[in-house]
């Protein structure tokens, strides 16, 4: 466990937008998969393959997963991110720091539930349609590793500047 301060912190606007877009995509993919369920043949894709093919196929009661899913992931990490001073951090966290760490590290959170939130929505719009598309598997390689290696090193910067503030 760590020992991080707890300290008030101006929270960004962007989380109440992305956390309200998330619930947006969340509620159009559960009213998308009911409105299609029953036009959907039997068995859908369930799998594909790193061109977007399908490759494996399963009840069309698998779909109705992925909004379900997207909603159980988002819900924890939606009250996680209300709580920066419980994350782990490269460095050491202080009073002094905090107030300038944890805001950027909440956005993170909100941003990584969002782009999880929207892979989720994609497969439930696509599956019916049995094609992925070639630029899924890349994407949901390059996005989550190109936002964590932005908010890193943002977060690694804020650290460098109040360190220099300190000396």
């Known amino acids: 466990m760590n020992n991080h301060p707890k300290v008030d912190f101006t929270v ?26 029953k036009e ?17 196929w399963g009840s069309k009661a698998t779909i109705i997963l992925m909004p379900l899913i997207a909603l159980i ?8 991110s209300k709580h920066p001073h419980v994350f782990n951090y490269p460095f050491k966290v202080t ?6 760490i944890y805001p950027l590290a909440q956005l993170f959170m909100t941003v990584i539930n969002f782009e999880m939130v929207v892979m989720f929505t994609y497969l439930s719009f ?7 598309g070639e630029v899924f598997f890349p994407l949901i390689i390059v996005v989550p ?9 943002i977060l690694y910067q ?9 000396d």
């Not at 992931?73 to 996680?80: A, H, N, Q, S």
């Not at 804020?158 to 300190?166: A, E, F, N, P, S």
């Open 12 to 37: 960004s606007k962007w989380n109440a937008v992305l956390n309200l877009l998330s619930l947006f995509f969340i509620i159009c993919s559960f009213i998308y998969v009911f409105t299609i369920y």
């Open 40 to 56: 959907l043949p039997d068995q859908i894709p369930i799998h594909f393959n790193a061109a977007g093919d399908p490759d494996n």
């Open 73 to 80: 992931l988002y819900v924890p990490l939606y009250f996680l």
């Open 95 to 100: 009073e002094g720091n905090a107030r300038s």
């Open 126 to 132: 696509t599956m019916a349609g049995n094609q992925l």
């Open 145 to 153: 590793i190109t936002t964590i290696g932005v908010f890193f090193g």
């Open 158 to 166: 804020k650290h460098r500047q109040h360190d220099q503030l300190d």
